[in-house]
């Protein structure tokens, strides 16, 4: 029985592993397109309005950047507060061994 739960929670620890490593790569890649994107468009503000407004265009390219950087932020603080408990299973199942062997222990106590 013990090795059972054993392989249940190798086996759980290896999807969280490459879980984990996919999200990885994909928020690198995801961020730096994104900041390439970002980067770009803010240049294409800047330079549309270089001749009559520049400082204000790079004023709003700023304080767009900032605040999408906040709000991304903030997700991704909410997204770490509420993650999910690992090796969910394998707590579950070992609950379970217990629950059955403290009444097998009672029933045979009596």
């Given at each position: 029985?013990l090795?059972?739960?054993?392989e249940?929670?190798?086996?759980?620890?290896?999807?969280?592993?490459?879980?984990?490593?996919?999200?990885?790569?994909?928020?690198?890649?995801?961020?730096?397109?994104?900041?390439?994107?970002?980067?770009f468009?803010?240049a294409f503000?800047?330079?549309l309005?270089?001749?009559?407004?520049r400082?204000?265009a790079?004023?709003g390219?700023?304080?767009?950047h900032l605040?999408?950087?906040?709000?991304?932020?903030?997700?991704?603080?909410a997204?770490g507060?509420?993650?999910?408990?690992?090796?969910?299973?394998?707590?579950d199942?070992l609950?379970?061994d217990k629950?059955?062997l403290?009444?097998?222990?009672?029933?045979?106590?009596?």
């Amino acid at each position: 029985m013990l090795s059972t739960r054993a392989e249940l929670a190798s086996v759980e620890f290896s999807e969280e592993r490459e879980r984990l490593t996919k999200r990885l790569a994909l928020v690198a890649g995801g961020g730096l397109l994104l900041a390439f994107g970002a980067l770009f468009a803010g240049a294409f503000v800047i330079v549309l309005f270089w001749d009559t407004h520049r400082l204000g265009a790079i004023a709003g390219v700023a304080l767009a950047h900032l605040a999408v950087g906040l709000i991304l932020l903030a997700k991704a603080n909410a997204i770490g507060t509420r993650r999910s408990v690992a090796f969910a299973a394998t707590i579950d199942e070992l609950r379970k061994d217990k629950e059955l062997l403290e009444r097998a222990l009672d029933a045979g106590e009596d």
